[in-house]
């Protein structure tokens, strides 16, 4: 189903007032920039669903061919995006954790990178368009950037961003 449709991406928590889950969700929150929770449930559902796969894929008989193609194809995906490492195997994935896919954001490589001081303000300028992954201008942040995109995440060569000398650039640059 694509995207804007009455479907949710994401499942909320089944206990809502958890006070150790709060201050963690809070936590991971400021480290990364988000602007809300539900960025954050989307991020865990998604690992949910590479588990889920992972533990489908691990429960099948391994010598068949339709199931190595398809966990061969299942991890390839993984790597490209850089969530898993070119030496992890299928049960690397059960002990993913959230953190590892708020990494591959867009404004988590923006940051990273030092193109922003913080966090929000990488998530400022994807939004505002000053960020191009190689030609193509990203405004949102959660775009999941993959490794070979990594270096072509730069400021946009017609923003203002792109002198050094700006006031907004990160210390360092």
Do not use: C
Not at 16 to 23: H, V
Not at 102 to 108: D, K, N, S, Y
Not at 115 to 130: D, E, K, M, V, W
């Amino acid at each position: 189903m694509p995207l804007g449709t009455d479907t949710k991406q994401y499942e909320t928590p089944n206990h809502p007032y958890q006070g150790e889950r709060i201050s963690t969700e809070h936590s991971l929150l400021d480290r990364y920039g988000l602007s809300n929770k539900e960025e954050l449930w989307r991020a865990q559902s998604q690992l949910r669903s590479y588990r889920r796969e992972a533990r489908d894929l691990l429960g099948q008989p391994q010598d068949d061919e339709v199931v190595q193609r398809r966990s061969e194809e299942f991890l390839g995906r993984l790597k490209r995006v850089g969530i898993l490492d070119e030496a992890d195997e299928l049960g690397d994935i059960l002990s993913l954790e959230v953190e590892d896919v708020l990494e591959r954001r867009l404004q988590t490589v923006v940051y990273r990178k030092g193109l922003a001081n913080t966090p929000q303000q990488a998530r400022q300028f994807i939004i505002h368009g000053h960020v191009v992954v190689g030609e193509q201008r990203h405004r949102v942040p959660s775009y999941v950037v993959d490794v070979d995109e990594e270096d072509l995440v730069a400021f946009d060569e017609t923003s203002p961003l792109a002198d050094d000398l700006h006031p907004e650039r990160a210390e360092g640059q």
